[in-house]
Antibody, heavy 115, light 111 residues
Framework: EVQLVESGGVVVQPGGSLRLSCAAS????????MHWVRQAPGKGLEWVSL????????YYADSVKGRFTISRDNSKNSLYLQMNSLRTEDTALYYC????????WGQGTMVTVSS | QTVVTQEPSLTVSPGGTVTLTCASS?????????PNWFQQKPGQAPRALIY???NKHSWTPARFSGSLLGGKAALTLSGVQPEDEAEYYC???????????FGTGTKVTVL
């Protein structure tokens, strides 16, 4: 079964840091571009970042550029999102998604930035 | 800042047809924006329906179709079923800036 499972979401204070993980299974992970997408409570979807199959290319939404870093470890079939200088507006459910077609999504991990 | 606009809400009768649209603040949407469409029900992750304007995933019901219409991306639901009641999001790719932007979302009510 093709599956993505996110983890690492917690409550963190403004200015803090956090690393999210996404474990992939059921497909050849290093064949695909991967994305992070987030959704604030009661709001719409926001694309956050993408990383190419080999990690050689990364792109970010303006709202997170310079604060978030996407990475992957193909030997572990895992995707990561390092989140620094967190703000209250980063509070959201964070999803990982597979491929340029966004065909497979995880169930998300909740990040709450609050003092 | 690029904005992708969808109808906030649409209502359709069971068995009816409804078309959702997706407009870019930068101008006409073309196939080069690789429009994607997603369905999201409350408490669930989004589910991919359409990619690259009109291509369906293996699980996409035949009643869903994607197209370009009057400078916008469009998702048409034909023969709507009660289970189609959901929020629908489009997604456009902006190659020059190498980023994606989701639409504002359309809540479809089946009544």
């Amino acid at each position: 079964e093709v599956q993505l499972v996110e983890s690492g979401g917690v409550v963190v204070q403004p200015g803090g840091s956090l690393r999210l993980s996404c474990a992939a299974s059921g497909f050849t992970f290093d064949d695909y571009t991967m994305h992070w997408v987030r959704q604030a409570p009661g709001k719409g979807l926001e694309w956050v970042s993408l990383i190419s199959w080999d990690g050689g290319s990364t792109y970010y939404a303006d709202s997170v550029k310079g604060r978030f870093t996407i990475s992957r470890d193909n030997s572990k079939n895992s995707l990561y999102l390092q989140m620094n200088s967190l703000r209250t507006e980063d509070t959201a459910l964070y999803y990982c998604a597979k491929d340029m077609t966004f065909d497979i999504w995880g169930q998300g991990t909740m990040v709450t930035v609050s003092s | 800042q690029t904005v992708v606009t969808q109808e906030p809400s649409l209502t359709v009768s069971p068995g009816g047809t409804v078309t959702l649209t997706c407009a870019s603040s930068t101008g006409a949407v073309t196939s080069g924006y690789y429009p994607n469409w997603f369905q999201q029900k409350p408490g669930q992750a989004p589910r991919a329906l359409i990619y690259s304007t009109s291509n369906k995933h293996s699980w996409t019901p035949a009643r869903f179709s994607g197209s370009l219409l009057g400078g916008k991306a469009a998702l048409t639901l034909s023969g709507v079923q009660p289970e189609d009641e959901a929020e629908y999001y489009c997604l456009l790719y902006y190659g020059g800036a190498q980023h994606y932007v989701f639409g504002t979302g359309t809540k479809v009510t089946v009544l």
